[in-house]
Nanobody, 119 residues
Framework: QVQLVQSGGGLVQAGGSLRLSCAAS????????MGWFRQAPGKEREIVARITWSPSTTYVADSVNGPSTISRDDAKRTVYLQMNNLEPEDTAAYYC????????????WGQGTQVTVSS
C-alpha cells in the first residue's frame, strides 16, 4: 500500500505561482511513476505532469498554460508541481497519483487540492 498526502494549492491571482506537494509513504518500489492530474467542473480529468523512477523521466502536458515543472525529493519521497503564470483556465481540483510501473493505470491517489486562479 502507498499513501499520498497533498499540500499546497489555494487562491491565487492570474499571473501568480503555486507549488503543490505530494508526499508518499508506505511500500517502496524501484520503478514507479508519480503524476499530477486536474479536473475542472464539467470537464474530464486530465494529466498535468508525471515523473518516473528507473528510468528517471519527466513530462509536462501542453495543456498547462504557464511554465510548469515537476520535480522530486527522494529523501522526502515527495513530488512537487511548480506552476507559474497561472491563468483562470488552470482553476481545478488537482490530484497526485502513484503507479507501480512506468505505464498504465494509477494505483493510488491523493486527497486532492483546489487551485483557484482569479482574473
Amino acid at each position: 500500500q502507498v499513501q499520498l498526502v497533498q499540500s499546497g494549492g489555494g487562491l491565487v491571482q492570474a499571473g501568480g505561482s503555486l507549488r503543490l506537494s505530494c508526499a508518499a509513504s508506505g511500500r517502496t518500489f524501484t520503478t514507479y511513476t508519480m503524476g499530477w492530474f486536474r479536473q475542472a467542473p464539467g470537464k474530464e480529468r486530465e494529466i498535468v505532469a508525471r515523473i518516473t523512477w528507473s528510468p528517471s523521466t519527466t513530462y509536462v502536458a501542453d495543456s498547462v498554460n504557464g511554465p510548469s515543472t515537476i520535480s522530486r525529493d527522494d529523501a522526502k519521497r515527495t513530488v512537487y508541481l511548480q506552476m507559474n503564470n497561472l491563468e483562470p483556465e488552470d482553476t481545478a481540483a488537482y490530484y497526485c497519483a502513484f503507479r507501480t510501473r512506468l505505464n498504465g493505470q494509477y494505483d493510488y491517489w491523493g486527497q486532492g487540492t483546489q487551485v483557484t486562479v482569479s482574473s
